[in-house]
């Protein structure tokens, strides 16, 4: 049972237009949600969370949404650029008192922006 | 280095051999994570230390799989009698204790099992 779900496996964009990436999960104990980026043959790398009580986080060209009553967030990047095509990883965690904050994957969304 | 380090990179052996891989947190990171990451697969959580405790084991899949810590530093992740379906990219990651958004991951350990 796949408690993160990233629909999408892949996703192709042009510069300068907006990448979106969906996930959806199925555990309401989750309460942090995070954002990684990967490039091939190297470990994911932080890029944006948010937190269960909040629904929208924004760093600079990431924003992140969150609608908890879909259990569904998003990523939105804009404007894309080429040095953004990685795969992306969404995850979540329980940091219920006493919890291992171990983080849940989704499988990933590979995003290609082209030139 | 300021990141996490993991040694091998790249291991081949061959089925039923033993193999140890080796993980170097950001020096004062307490806490240290082990995942597994399958071909076209999400990393999956493995096990969970905070300085030498082993707080949860729960993702280890078979008691082949063994982690330790014991000076709350350097982690070892050893595998007995390695299986075919061992093969994968075995990520270490560190964080200070109770910042979920710290986990800084290392470049992970690419096991072949033949």
């Known amino acids: 049972d796949q408690q993160v779900k990233q629909n999408s496996p892949s996703l192709s964009v042009q510069e300068g237009r907006i990448s979106i990436l969906n996930c959806d999960y199925t555990?309401?104990?989750?309460?942090?949600f995070l954002w990684y980026k990967k490039y091939p043959a190297e470990g994911p790398t932080f890029l944006i969370s948010?937190?269960?009580?909040?629904d929208k986080n924004e760093d600079g060209r990431f924003t992140v949404f969150l609608n908890k009553s879909a259990k569904h967030l998003s990523l939105h990047i804009v404007p894309s650029q080429p040095g953004d095509s990685a795969v992306y990883f969404c995850?979540?965690?329980?940091?219920?008192?006493?919890?291992?904050?171990?983080?849940?994957f989704g499988k990933g969304t590979k995003l290609t922006v082209n030139p | 280095g300021a990141g996490v380090s993991q040694s091998p990179r790249y291991k081949v052996a061959k089925r039923g051999q033993d193999v140890a891989l080796r993980c170097d947190p950001i020096?004062?990171?307490?806490?240290l994570f082990w995942y597994q990451q399958a071909l076209g697969q999400g990393p999956e959580f493995l096990t969970y230390f905070q300085n030498e405790a082993q707080l949860d084991k729960s993702g280890l899949p078979s008691d082949r799989f063994f982690a330790e810590r014991p000076e709350g530093s350097v982690s070892t992740l050893k595998i007995q009698r390695t299986q075919q379906e061992d093969s994968a990219v075995y990520l270490c990651?560190?964080?200070?204790?109770?910042?979920?958004?710290?986990?800084?991951f290392g470049p992970g350990t690419r096991l072949t099992v033949t």
């Open positions: 020096s004062g990171h307490v806490s």
């Open positions: 948010i937190s269960s009580i909040k």
């Open positions: 995850a979540a965690s329980a940091r219920v008192g006493g919890g291992s904050e171990k983080l849940v």
């Open positions: 555990n309401s104990m989750f309460d942090y």
């Open positions: 990651a560190s964080s200070l204790a109770g910042t979920p958004t710290g986990k800084y």
